[in-house]
């Protein structure tokens, strides 16, 4: 509980302020859309090159040590927002945060998976997933809120808030000291499976597209709503963090009772249904119904997936095993967010919605033809 709570607060630190920067770097530095998500997404590269390295940290050092530290260092960040009067400071701020963010999320994932019994894994790590996904949506409705009333301060004010709140759950949450056992680890050459799953890549390649989609849809879903007049379109994130909640209620369950193949094909279908009404929102509550239906996927798919990474490995390798998820995720959003700053330009909001529909079915098939085989064929559990 200690663990999920503290997740949640991080994320929806973070992700109040990932979904109101570009509002905040338009406005303030007055650049396009297209330079406006190179520095937005710059988080992410930074998060990319760090999650190589602290799988490894977190699957050799005290994990909870890490976390706390990389928690810590990530939530005074949040005060460079305040100070930012460059584009380069800005930029810099940013890698700095996506260093944090890399450690923060392998380190704090493995931990919780650690405390979990494995009979429980799916279900438990459908519901640590759940804070994730929830802070993806209830941190963006406060962010814009606050967007809306107050100044931009406030919302750096209010993520500093969350993240200290976050950190005094963290402290409390149970080291289990699962270490490896170092003799084995030195005697072992250094190859690349130190440091990812490598046999996990093509589950990993599904996950980047569907974050693909979703990097997109993050970044330009409510501008989207605002163009075509949607009343409260910035309530998009809150039938996500729905759709993501009702996910709860049955995929867990169904992936400890072995259906995670069939789990995680019925998500990939609901995302696609998601975005194709998102794209052509006939009426209003098409685009909110649209929303809801990509939550349910994301929320039934993403613990899926990470469920059947745990399922590839032993317990001494999970760090790096979700170093390779999160990998996947951040790669997918950072694609996803300039790819779709550039897109946006030359097709317009709808096709660029349209595209990700069809990326979704390019993603389905791709699972049942390739990654499906793969894990079948690896899985130790």
């Given at each position: 509980m200690f663990a999920c709570i503290a997740n949640l607060l991080t994320g929806i630190a973070f992700y109040q302020i990932s979904v109101t920067l570009p509002f905040f770097i338009i406005e303030k530095f007055d650049v396009d859309v297209s330079k406006m998500t190179i520095i937005h997404s710059t988080y992410v590269l930074s998060a990319l090159c760090i999650r190589f390295y602290s799988g490894y940290l977190v699957d050799n050092f005290s994990r909870k040590k890490i976390y706390i530290l990389s928690f810590i260092s990530f939530v005074l960040l949040f005060l460079g927002y305040t100070i930012a009067s460059t584009i380069f400071f800005l930029f810099l701020l940013r890698i700095f945060?996506?260093?944090?963010?890399?450690?923060?999320?392998?380190?704090?994932?493995?931990?919780a998976i650690d405390l979990l019994p494995s009979k429980r894994r799916?279900?438990?790590?459908?519901?640590?997933?759940?804070?994730?996904?929830?802070?993806?949506?209830?941190?963006?409705?406060?962010?814009?809120?606050?967007?809306?009333?107050?100044?931009?301060?406030?919302?750096?004010?209010?993520a500093l808030a969350f993240g200290i709140i976050g950190i005094l759950f963290a402290l409390f949450i149970k080291d289990p000291n699962k270490k490896p056992v170092k003799e084995k680890r030195i005697k072992s050459p250094i190859t690349l499976d130190r440091f990812l799953l490598v046999k996990a890549i093509p589950l990993a390649i599904n996950i980047l597209f569907l974050e693909i989609t979703y990097g997109a849809l993050y970044t330009f879903g409510v501008m989207y709503g605002k163009e075509l007049k949607i009343e409260g379109a910035s309530y998009m994130f809150l039938s996500i963090a729905i759709g993501i909640a009702s996910s709860r209620i049955f995929s867990g369950k169904l992936i400890d009772r072995g259906w995670v193949n069939q789990i995680n094909m019925a998500?990939?279908?609901?995302?696609?249904?998601?975005?194709?009404?998102?794209?052509?929102?006939?009426?209003?509550?098409?685009?909110?119904?649209?929303?809801?239906?990509?939550?349910?996927?994301?929320?039934?798919?993403?613990?899926?997936?990470?469920?059947?990474?745990?399922?590839?490995?032993?317990?001494?390798?999970?760090?790096?095993?979700?170093?390779?998820?999160?990998?996947?995720?951040?790669?997918?959003?950072?694609?996803?967010?300039?790819?779709?700053?550039?897109?946006?330009?030359?097709?317009?909001?709808?096709?660029?919605?349209?595209?990700?529909?069809?990326?979704?079915?390019?993603?389905?098939?791709?699972?049942?033809?390739?990654?499906?085989?793969?894990?079948?064929?690896?899985?130790?559990?």
């Open positions: 945060h996506g260093i944090t963010w890399g450690i923060i999320t392998t380190s704090s994932n493995t931990l799916g279900e438990g790590i459908g519901f640590y997933g759940l804070m994730s996904t929830l802070a993806m949506s209830i941190g963006p409705i406060i962010g814009m809120y606050i967007y809306d009333h107050y100044q931009f301060d406030y919302i750096f004010y209010s998500g990939i279908f609901s995302m696609m249904i998601g975005y194709f009404l998102i794209a052509y929102p006939h009426w209003d509550w098409f685009y909110f119904l649209g929303a809801y239906l990509i939550g349910l996927g994301f929320g039934i798919s993403i613990p899926a997936f990470q469920s059947q990474f745990m399922n590839m490995t032993v317990p001494e390798k999970r760090g790096s095993v979700n170093s390779t998820f999160f990998i996947a995720i951040d790669l997918g959003l950072g694609i996803g967010m300039v790819a779709a700053g550039q897109l946006v330009l030359q097709m317009g909001f709808q096709n660029l919605f349209m595209l990700s529909g069809i990326l979704s079915i390019v993603t389905l098939f791709y699972y049942y033809a390739i990654s499906l085989p793969t894990y079948n064929r690896h899985k130790i559990i």
